[in-house]
């Protein structure tokens, strides 16, 4: 069982990236999907997620308006889409699914630098 996550990178204050997160070893199908990101010095906090029908979604209120979270059961991946990055939101970024307290799974994490 593992989550992997990709995407992370540097980028200009303004600039877009966007991170994939993709499972191994189980089916993302019936799992709400969560991207948590933590700071250097801060708490980890959630950023976004999606239900496992992909119907309804959840921002930040950091983050509504500029990112994007989608999934693609088929191909057993979750992505977050970000738009007009700020330097606030360097952070690492990390994957979550989750079905219950038992099956709760985080990917490894994926830096995200902006710059000003």
């Known amino acids: 069982v593992q989550l992997q996550a990709s995407g992370g990178g540097l980028v200009q204050s303004g600039g877009s990236l966007t991170l994939s997160c993709a499972a191994s070893?189980?089916?993302?199908?019936?799992?709400?999907m969560s991207w948590f990101r933590q700071a250097p010095g801060k708490a980890r906090e959630g950023v976004s997620c999606?239900?496992?029908?992909?119907?309804?979604?959840y921002y930040s209120d950091s983050v509504k308006g500029r990112f994007t979270i989608s999934r693609d059961n088929a191909k057993n991946t979750v992505s977050l889409q970000m738009h007009n990055l700020k330097p606030e939101d360097t952070a690492v970024y990390y994957c979550?699914?989750?079905?219950?307290?038992?099956?709760?799974?985080w990917g490894q994490g994926t830096l995200v630098t902006v710059s000003s």
């Open positions: 979550n699914a989750r079905w219950s307290p038992q099956y709760d799974y």
């Open positions: 070893g189980f089916s993302l199908e019936n799992y709400v």
């Open positions: 999606i239900s496992s029908n992909g119907n309804t979604t």
